[in-house]
């Protein structure tokens, strides 16, 4: 399906200097005035609010689909905030996020060398999606904006266009031309550079949530979480640290020893490894493991546990801590075999592992 539409597409180089700071500057700040007639019992009908939604720039085209992204975006948000309001919003994120996820697994298939498996599973994703437009998620654009930039660092220039332009054709012929989420697909296409408009529409749209919804609404704080860890792909370390403590404050105010905290703090601990704070990271991740130990009970430690002390271990090793790393590991599996009625499970495999790497 996308082999034959590869010839027909080809990329123009990234922005230059002169051309980002022309961006930043018409962008700045974009006004838009709520709609006040929206139809609450359709969203696609909602969405569809302009078949025009921006007077054609004097600028590259680059840029003016730019501007026509993150101005669909706010028509978006504040459409789907009108749904959040009166309660008539229903997300379904199974469809969206096997598409998303087959799509990156496929990606990286071809990425490390496999191209018959990446090939297979990119053309299966490509098949659901008219389903997936069909789907009753309607927060499908915030997790297509989470994966454009992704999929941009890890596709080449030309599957990345083609992938989209099949994406687009799709959107239009299930949602509608002038659709909001159509638009933002198009828009992405055309874009060129390093889709750091991901980050700015995903700014664009915590601020519109959070200022009409409040910062502790659960839809806020799912995009918050898809922002924070878009801002530490992108290297923006510090953004995403402020962000995730945010997210471990919340979670913590409500309860400390929730699944949510017990993740709220793993994530902290893989944003200060990747500062390479990892005294930080290994609190942090002492933290997690000792809430989960909490959180879950008679039932720790489960799968997750069992992931959450493996990158413990890593930091502890790094200060040749393997008498404590042992410990915890010979720990666990104690746990995990006196949970499981003295039968091995993965879990103990998992551990293991560990200690094969340590020792």
Wanted: overall charge negative.
């Amino acid at each position: 399906m996308f082999k034959h539409r590869i010839k027909e597409w080809g990329l123009s180089k990234n922005h230059t200097t002169a051309e980002r700071i022309h961006l930043a500057q018409t962008t700045k700040d974009m006004k838009l005035t709520r709609n006040s007639q929206i139809a609450l019992e359709d969203l696609p009908k909602s969405l569809a609010l302009s078949s025009k939604p921006v007077k054609s720039l004097a600028t590259p085209p680059s840029h003016r689909h730019t501007g026509i992204l993150l101005l669909q975006t706010k028509i978006y948000c504040e459409s789907y905030i009108q749904l959040a309001i009166h309660c008539v919003v229903d997300d379904d994120h199974i469809s969206s996020g096997i598409f998303c996820n087959k799509v990156d697994a496929a990606l990286t298939s071809i990425e490390r060398g496999q191209p018959k498996e990446g090939w297979r599973m990119l053309h299966e994703a490509s098949d659901s999606v008219r389903s997936l437009f069909k789907s009753n998620d309607k927060s499908i654009l915030r997790l297509l904006l989470r994966f454009a930039q992704r999929w941009h660092k890890s596709a080449t220039p030309e599957l990345f266009k083609v992938l989209w332009t099949h994406i687009s054709d799709i959107a239009s012929t299930t949602l509608s031309h002038n659709n909001p989420i159509t638009l933002v697909c198009v828009s992405i296409t055309h874009i060129e550079g390093e889709y750091e408009v991901c980050e700015t529409a995903f700014g664009l749209m915590l601020s519109e949530f959070e200022q009409s919804l409040g910062p502790n609404n659960e839809k806020a704080l799912e995009i918050k979480e898809l922002y924070q860890s878009l801002l530490l792909e992108s290297g923006k370390f510090d953004a995403a640290e402020l962000l995730q403590r945010q997210l471990l404050h919340h979670y913590e105010h409500i309860n400390a020893y929730s699944h949510n905290s017990v993740w709220a703090a793993y994530r902290l601990g893989l944003v200060l490894e990747k500062k390479e704070d990892f005294q930080g990271a290994e609190k942090a991740y002492e933290s997690a493991s000792l809430r989960g130990n909490i959180c879950n009970g008679e039932q720790f430690p489960t799968r997750d546990d069992i992931y959450v002390l493996h990158h413990l271990v890593r930091m502890l090793s790094r200060w040749h801590e393997y008498d404590e790393c042992e410990a915890l590991l010979a720990q666990a599996m104690n746990t995990c075999m006196e949970n499981n009625g003295g039968a091995p499970d993965c879990r103990v495999q998992q551990i293991l592992e560990d200690l094969d790497e340590i020792s």
